[in-house]
């Protein structure tokens, strides 16, 4: 089965630090990964998506994020943390033969520190 | 591009009574889906429409559950004789309908609370 897994509970770093939010992936067949935010009691935005091509993908809001297959990651990484950065983060995998649906991981919440 | 929305975003029920969601999708988006997030954790898939067709129900969503998409614009969810287990945050989302995988755009959530 298609799954994502977010290793850690909560990303504590210092504004203006580099930020990266872990996942691992497993799937069969090809990865299609993305990233979501979600603020307080605001739907989940979408940040950036893997298909294929090059493994470093660039989002929005200067959020990138790196594909490794040899070690199935798709960390989030964010060079400079801004302090209105502080939300949860999902990550996710389509589903294979699953119409396009998404399996979630649980989350990680980032905590920029000002 | 007005978004995803959700109507109502807050809901108070108390167990027994049914409750209605709905959703309307970006308008040139064929796909929907609905989604039940409790707390500390992701999104879970409840069920999925291409246009008017409801083409996958995951078994989460029990015979309680049920969810239309009439003409395939806007979608309802209807959850009767609501259990306190059925508390949660429920979102719905659309996409395109092309091959290639596509981001779905999330509205910002129905939450239900179940007294």
């Known amino acids: 089965a298609q799954s994502v897994a977010q290793p850690e509970d909560q990303v504590n770093v210092a504004e203006g630090n580099p930020l990266t939010v872990k996942c691992t992936y497993s799937?069969?067949?090809?990865?299609?990964l993305f990233w979501y935010v979600q603020y307080p009691n605001r739907g989940l935005q979408f940040l950036l998506k893997?298909?294929?091509?090059?493994?470093l993908v660039k989002g929005s809001y200067g959020f990138e994020a790196e594909f490794n297959k040899s070690q199935t990651s798709f960390h989030l990484k964010k060079p400079s943390a801004l302090v209105s950065d502080s939300a949860l983060y999902f990550c996710?995998?389509?589903?294979?033969?699953?119409?396009?649906?998404?399996?979630f991981g649980k989350g990680n919440q980032v905590v920029v520190i000002p | 591009d007005t978004g995803v929305s959700q109507d109502p975003r807050h809901k108070i029920t108390k167990r027994g009574q049914n409750v209605t969601f709905r959703c309307d999708p970006i308008?040139?988006?064929?796909?929907l889906y609905w989604y039940r997030q409790t707390l500390g954790q992701g999104p879970e898939f409840l069920t999925y429409?291409?246009?008017?067709?409801?083409?996958?129900k995951s078994r989460l969503l029990s015979d309680r559950f049920s969810a239309e998409r009439p003409k395939g614009s806007f979608s309802t969810l209807e959850i009767q004789r609501t259990e306190q287990g059925d508390s949660a945050m429920y979102l719905c989302a659309s996409s395109r309908g092309l091959l290639a995988p596509r981001e779905q755009y999330f509205g910002p959530g129905t939450r239900l609370t179940v007294t």
């Open positions: 308008s040139e988006h064929n796909r």
């Open positions: 996710a995998v389509r589903v294979l033969y699953g119409n396009n649906r998404l399996a």
């Open positions: 799937v069969s067949g090809n990865p299609y």
């Open positions: 893997y298909i294929t091509g090059d493994n």
């Open positions: 429409f291409q246009n008017e067709a409801q083409l996958e």
